[in-house]
């Protein structure tokens, strides 16, 4: 695995990892993709995106990725995402490490995130990072029109 700054020429492949982990973990709650090509270029001009390629595939596939932005002393994490082929192999981590590594080389003393209260597997994933719960986001973008009711959940640590 390589884990590397993405370009724009990436941004195709970026859109197709979130979609299909995002699809596997968020049926239940919508139908749609999660992300649109569009929205990850215009991503890419406001923050970076961290990837992972697979270099033992010829082709060199891109098989996790996960959403960074510098705000001042704070940074936000999001679109953690692996292919539903990879996951549950520490790959989840380790962009979680490099993303952290990067925000706190680049000044940044704290990372912030949000996830969707009825996904009962995040908060433990995050808690064992040392996140904590920070507060609310009410309500859910109706735009994704929800099957359940359902909020975000803000999270923050400390980088050292």
Partial sequence: MQLRLAEIRDAGGITSVINAAFKRAESFLIDRDRIDETSVRALLEKGKFLIADDVADDQGALVGCVYVEL???????????????RQKAGLGSKLMD????FCARAGCRFMDLRIVNVRC??????????????GTTVPFPPELKPKVPCHFVEMSKPLA
């Fill in 71 to 85: 705000r001042g002393e704070r940074a936000y994490l999001g679109l953690l995402a692996v292919d539903p082929q």
């Fill in 121 to 134: 597997e995040l908060p433990e994933f995050y808690h064992r990072r040392g996140y904590v719960e920070t």
């Fill in 98 to 101: 490099a993303a952290e590594e």
